[in-house]
């Protein structure tokens, strides 16, 4: 094999694991992060809860084989792709918003950007747009060839978790059990659906019973959002203030106003509701910490080819 060869291929399997820096795309496309900005501020007059919505999607990417976009693949006939996996299917939305900024960037400059640094971008500025921090995120991610819709449903968590299995499962990914607690106020912002809640509503951990943990005042409040026979996609909000990035989230756990079990469980498991106290009390602390946990989730990659989508949702047609 030529010493070129080698080369060539070493930095296509090593592709996807490219060194990640801040202001990366400075010098090849320099309004790249403007750009991505202007998109989600017309998101957020459009439909205010459609940065939630985006914000979630670098979870539900960077957790299955690290922040390479396979998320947005759709399926072909022969890749069943993330979209559809359990966790995903008729919950995760607002695809078009990511579509929509790669369709600006590849006007601005053709073939530059990766639909995955399009992910960690909006997600930073769905959180900064909505009243939360603001920080500067790394950028040089590629995209991957591929999707697995068994990768996501191995990995992704129900909403029945509890902290102890939350944790474990963060831990896998290097993200301590404050990581978790504090990415999990990304629940501060945006919806849910009766579907996600009926299980602690009215059988929690299958023991027939509620849990116990619900202040009645709010389990009367999800009883007539969320009766046995409801519409299970209609869909309640996640905190007292669902369009305002804030530690409401953290006030609504400690009062026992949690929307979904995975989030009550935070208060209610001793190893996680010192957590939840101190985020309680001070936003800044709750800032911090989930300024800190996003980074370490942007981090996330596996070794993978990659290549810069010219749209998100198919791999690029091989033409040589
Ligand atoms: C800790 C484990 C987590 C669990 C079990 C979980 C589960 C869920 C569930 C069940 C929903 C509602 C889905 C539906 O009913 O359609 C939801 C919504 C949401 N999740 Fe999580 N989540 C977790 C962590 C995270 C993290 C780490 C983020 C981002 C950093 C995140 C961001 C969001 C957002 C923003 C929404 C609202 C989306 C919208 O309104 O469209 N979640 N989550
Ligand atoms: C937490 O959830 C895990 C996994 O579902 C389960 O095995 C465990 O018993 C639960 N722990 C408690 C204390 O309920
Ligand atoms: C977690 O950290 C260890 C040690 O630094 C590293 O070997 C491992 O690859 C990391 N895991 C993930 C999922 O990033
Ligand atoms: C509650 O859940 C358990 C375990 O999943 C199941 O066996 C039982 O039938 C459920 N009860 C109701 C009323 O749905
Ligand atoms: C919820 O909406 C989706 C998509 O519109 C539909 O396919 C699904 O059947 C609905 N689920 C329920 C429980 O009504």
């Known amino acids: 094999?030529?010493?070129?060869?080698?080369?060539?291929?070493?930095?296509?399997?090593?592709?996807?694991?490219?060194?990640?820096?801040?202001?990366?795309?400075?010098?090849?496309?320099?309004?790249?992060?403007?750009?991505?900005?202007?998109?989600?501020?017309?998101?957020?007059?459009?439909?205010?809860?459609?940065?939630?919505?985006?914000?979630?999607?670098?979870?539900?990417?960077?957790?299955?084989?690290?922040?390479?976009?396979s998320l947005l693949l759709d399926d072909t006939p022969t890749m069943l792709g993330e979209k559809l996996a359990l966790?995903?299917?008729?919950?995760?939305?607002?695809?078009?918003?990511?579509?929509?900024?790669?369709e600006a960037l590849e006007k601005a400059c053709p073939g530059v950007v990766s639909c995955a640094d399009i992910i960690i971008m909006a997600s930073r500025d769905a959180v900064a747009l909505t009243g939360g921090p603001g920080w500067e995120v790394k950028l040089g991610r590629l995209d991957s060839l591929t999707a697995s819709q068994e990768a996501s449903d191995n990995v992704m968590p129900s909403p029945r978790s509890n902290a102890t299995f939350l944790i474990d499962l963060f831990s896998k990914f290097n993200l301590s059990a404050k990581?978790?607690?504090?990415?999990?106020?990304?629940?501060?912002?945006?919806?849910?659906?009766?579907?996600?809640?009926?299980?602690?509503?009215?059988?929690?951990?299958?023991?027939?019973?509620?849990?116990?943990?619900?202040?009645?005042?709010?389990?009367?409040?999800l009883d007539k959002l969320c009766?046995?026979?409801?519409?299970?996609?209609?869909?309640?909000?996640?905190?007292a203030t669902s369009v305002l990035f804030d530690n409401q989230y953290f006030k609504d756990l400690v009062s026992g106003r949690g929307f979904l079990n995975s989030?009550?469980?935070?208060?209610?498991?001793?190893?996680?509701?010192?957590?939840v106290n101190q985020f309680s009390i001070d936003q800044e602390g709750f800032f911090k910490a989930f300024v800190e946990g996003m980074l370490k989730m942007g981090d996330l990659?596996?070794?993978?080819?990659?290549?810069?989508?010219?749209?998100?949702?198919?791999?690029n047609p091989k033409n040589n």
């Open 179 to 221: 990581d978790m607690v504090a990415l999990s106020g990304s629940h501060s912002i945006g919806k849910a659906r009766c579907f996600s809640i009926m299980f602690q509503l009215y059988n929690q951990s299958g023991t027939g019973k509620p849990d116990p943990a619900i202040e009645p005042k709010f389990r009367e409040k």
């Open 227 to 239: 009766p046995l026979n409801v519409d299970q996609n209609v869909t309640g909000d996640l905190d």
């Open 1 to 69: 094999m030529s010493p070129l060869l080698i080369i060539f291929l070493l930095h296509m399997t090593t592709g996807a694991t490219a060194d990640l820096r801040t202001g990366y795309y400075s010098g090849v496309c320099p309004k790249a992060e403007s750009i991505v900005r202007d998109v989600m501020k017309k998101a957020l007059i459009r439909e205010p809860r459609s940065l939630a919505s985006v914000m979630r999607l670098q979870f539900h990417d960077c957790f299955v084989n690290g922040c390479d976009a």
């Open 263 to 275: 989030d009550q469980t935070l208060f209610t498991f001793p190893r996680t509701r010192e957590f």
């Open 87 to 102: 966790a995903n299917i008729n919950s995760l939305r607002s695809y078009e918003v990511v579509d929509e900024a790669k």
């Open 301 to 315: 990659q596996v070794q993978q080819p990659g290549e810069i989508r010219k749209n998100c949702r198919v791999v």
